[in-house]
């Protein structure tokens, strides 16, 4: 009898809960490997349409002509798709396309304007295309509503290189073309979109099919953020996120608790916040976050519950404005790449004095990190973000091993370490000039007007490259025609002086000794 229960419940939470069978929000996914199936569980399948010359067109597995696994979609001229079961998305729904395409080198025989990667094959409403000329991406919906794209620096669909493109739509009406991970454009219009063929679309007497390779083709019933956007684009991984808090005594770190699949992380995934606390166990032991990638997203926290001295080992952890907070008393360190996100503000939080937090991994990326409460972060190893840092309250420590990334711009821009905390600066500070076109400028680095600040021992300036500024005593750093005043945290470039006579080189050498 319970045996029969347990099948009964089952079934039934198969029927209630279909997301929990299959990947979380994953409509359908072709990769397009060694056939047309939809991979995501949702047998979604698809079958090739071969006209004209058969067995011209269909899976290639040709190095450099498909991106992930072993294989791609290959379409030649005359006109072959893949056919699929007619899907619609009504305008309002959140939903997201993604895939990547490379045209091939010649445009013989090819549709005169549009090389069609996905849409409705009947009518001329429904289509994803880049526009043959390269210069642009067009969406173009149910109702004739339509969005084109540009693409980014000076790239096109006409290069005959690999783009990968992602389309989200969401509920408030808005749609979003990505081009290689970054925004293209954005605009509030009618979003429903229907979908039978992938390499064609629009009407079949138009010839506007698509001519070269298709891979990796996403689709999702949830709009995608930027950031899964991004992390779809480099992982091929179908996102999953949290879709609850972790409460008090719970955990997610290491169990299916509150995943949006219901398992446990694994390698096979990326795995977002979304929002919400991820919790750590209540624990002295080291754990490994299981997952390829760990997302802390804004208006979620990663508490970390460890006792004593715990290590959490996170293989890529991503910062996109969320917080990382000590939550019990211990001194925690976290291990692995970190990236601080474009566009984002993270918070460290270590709550009381005498808890720290070390980041024993380099931390790269763009993103904004705050230091707040009492207690102390740790950088022990060598950061490439280009953020600004700031201290609230608390300390942060930069170790004799570690460094901070500082881009210096024209026109006196950088980032910067400023708050009105304390920092130790034992470590180096990496100098990227490779942005600057002046010969001269002044740019605050570190803000000593509100800072409580410590010069380490260790303490130094070098560039990107290696060439290392000297210490000539007094706070003061120099290498060249650059110095940097530890009493104002200053970096001052000034431009260099034409060549000097001996002995004027002499006399200045000697004035140089004298106020050493």
């Known amino acids: 009898m319970r045996k029969q229960r347990a099948l009964v419940l089952t079934m039934l939470m198969a029927v209630l809960l279909p997301g929990a069978m299959v990947r979380a929000s994953v409509y359908a996914h072709y990769n397009f490997d060694a056939d047309y199936t939809d991979d995501s569980g949702n047998a979604r399948d698809g079958a090739l349409v071969d006209v004209g010359t058969l067995s011209n067109s269909g899976i290639t597995t040709t190095a450099g002509e498909y991106v992930f696994g072993g294989g791609a979609l290959n379409l030649s001229t005359d006109r072959d798709y893949v056919s699929l079961a007619s899907e619609s998305f009504t305008s309002g729904s959140a939903y997201t396309i993604a895939f990547w395409a490379k045209k091939n080198p010649t445009t013989a025989g090819d549709g005169v304007d549009w090389d069609m990667v996905i849409g409705d ?270 201290v609230n309250t608390g300390s942060l420590s930069l170790t004799a091993a570690s460094e901070m990334r500082f881009l210096i711009e024209d026109a006196g821009v950088s980032n910067s370490i400023t708050g009105s905390g304390a920092i130790d600066l034992d470590g180096l500070l990496r100098l990227d000039i490779s942005q600057l076109t002046v010969d001269t400028g002044v740019w605050n680095l570190v803000d000593v007007t509100t800072l409580t600040e410590t010069w380490g021992s260790n303490f130094g300036l070098a560039f990107v490259g290696g060439l290392a500024f000297n210490d000539l005593g007094s706070g003061l750093y120099g290498v060249s025609n650059w110095t940097f005043d530890q009493s104002t945290g200053n970096l001052t470039l000034v431009p260099m002086p034409a060549a000097l006579p001996a002995g004027c080189v002499l006399l200045l050498l000697a004035g140089l000794r004298r106020r050493r």
Do not use: C
Request: charged content about 10%; cysteine-free; proline content about 3%.
């Open 121 to 390: 094959r009947n009518n001329s409403n429904d289509f994803i295309a880049p526009n043959s000329s390269g210069d642009y991406v067009r969406w173009r919906g149910t109702s004739g509503a339509q969005i084109d794209a540009p693409y980014p620096g000076g790239s096109s669909f006409d290069d005959q290189q690999w783009h990968y493109y992602a389309v989200t739509a969401t509920t408030g009406n808005t749609w979003t073309v990505y081009i290689d991970g970054a925004v293209a454009n954005s605009a509030t219009v009618s979003t429903g979109f229907t979908y039978n063929t992938i390499g064609a679309a629009y009407t079949a007497a138009a010839g506007f099919d698509f001519y070269g390779q298709i891979d990796e083709v996403w689709v999702f019933d949830q709009t995608l953020t930027a950031a899964q956007v991004a992390g779809l684009g480099s992982s091929n991984l179908a996102p999953l996120t949290l879709t609850a808090h972790d409460g008090s005594g719970a955990s997610s770190f290491t169990t299916s608790l509150n995943w949006s699949d219901g398992a446990a992380p694994s390698a096979s995934h990326d795995y977002y916040t979304a929002g919400f606390d991820l919790r750590t166990p209540s624990s002295s032991a080291d754990l490994v976050f299981a997952g390829n990638s760990l997302t802390i997203d804004a208006g979620g926290r990663f508490i970390m519950k460890g006792v004593s001295s715990p290590t959490y080992t996170i293989n890529d952890l991503r910062l996109n404005g969320g917080g990382i907070y000590n939550g019990y008393g211990g001194n925690i360190t976290i291990t692995g790449n970190v990236t601080a996100l474009a566009g984002t503000t993270s918070t460290f939080d270590t709550q009381e004095a005498g808890r720290t937090i070390t980041i024993d991994g380099p931390i790269s990326g763009t993103g904004n990190i705050v230091k707040a409460a009492n207690g102390t972060l740790v950088y022990s190893g060598v950061n490439t973000y280009t953020g600004d840092t700031t």
